[in-house]
């Protein structure tokens, strides 16, 4: 059975649509079939990263209001035949998304893929609120600053009230993952520590993304950096995070130290 997962953030620049796309390239490179959905109506971006901005000719809205079919708005990638992408709409409102629509789309998506990756739109509107609704897993991407911590916390109370699994009494499946990090900068005080993240958002970690050129090169390339170079560190650090998604017990490290992640971080639940 399909699994939808939507990565969110309450903070916008924080890496959502990099994270999408390497964690979805990561997933289909373990030959598994996915979608990418840009739920980002007005702003797309996730084709330039997935390098199909050309390709592309019918997008979510498109698919939405009935003027397409879902099959004729997917576009396949060139490098891994099991990921897609449906992007969003570039002159097009947010308002265009209903919610009517939205649950048709992903109705459909779950007949055909292993799991679907929704690109969320920072903050708390409607296309956020859409993109997270049918989602089983959140992966909360944050970066190790006040401000970003202070929203992602936001958007955790939000999952926990605005999506089906909550409106249906269950909780749905929540993740940190932790971008742009710098473990000497965070020896220095320059930025917030692992463990305090953690502490203040008590969601598991999933995985600590290096702060690297290598994903903005990637970026620049339109490229996944899960597929850009597979050696880099990004890329092994998303490559893990989507090994444990996909249920893997793959150990934990903070990048740039010596010493291992101590287990009490990894697998961390909510009190």
């Not at 799991?115 to 992966?139: K, N, Y």
């Amino acid at each position: 059975m399909a699994k939808t997962i939507v990565v969110t953030s309450g903070k916008g620049g924080v890496g959502k649509t990099t994270s999408t796309a390497a964690l979805g390239a990561a997933l289909a490179q373990r030959g598994e079939k996915v979608a990418v959905v840009d739920f980002d109506v007005g702003l797309r971006n996730l084709d330039l990263v997935m390098g199909a901005e050309r390709r592309v000719v019918y997008d979510l809205i498109n698919v939405v209001q009935g003027d397409a079919k879902l099959s004729q708005a997917l576009i396949r990638d060139k490098r891994c035949e099991t990921l897609f992408l449906l992007p969003a709409s570039q002159t097009r409102d947010k308002d265009n998304l209903t919610a009517e629509g939205v649950e048709k789309v992903m109705e459909e998506l779950r007949k055909d893929f292993d799991w679907i990756v929704c690109d969320s739109p920072a903050g708390i509107e409607r296309g956020a609120t859409l993109a997270m609704r049918h989602a089983d897993i959140a992966v909360v991407v944050t970066n190790p600053e006040v401000s970003s911590v202070r929203d992602s916390d936001r958007i955790i109370g939000l999952l926990d009230s605005k999506t089906a699994k909550a409106e249906n009494g269950e909780r749905i499946e929540k993740h940190l993952l932790l971008t742009r990090y710098d473990a000497s900068r965070a020896d220095r005080g320059d930025m917030l520590k692992v463990d305090d993240v953690l502490e203040i958002l008590s969601i598991p970690l999933l995985g600590i993304i290096p702060e690297s050129l290598d994903v903005l090169r990637a970026s620049n390339l339109g490229t996944p950096v899960t597929m850009s170079d597979n050696n880099s560190a990004p890329a092994l650090a998303y490559t893990n995070a989507a090994r444990r998604l996909a249920g893997e017990d793959v150990p934990m490290s903070i990048p740039g130290e010596k010493r291992g992640l101590l287990g009490k971080f990894f697998g961390r639940r909510a009190a």
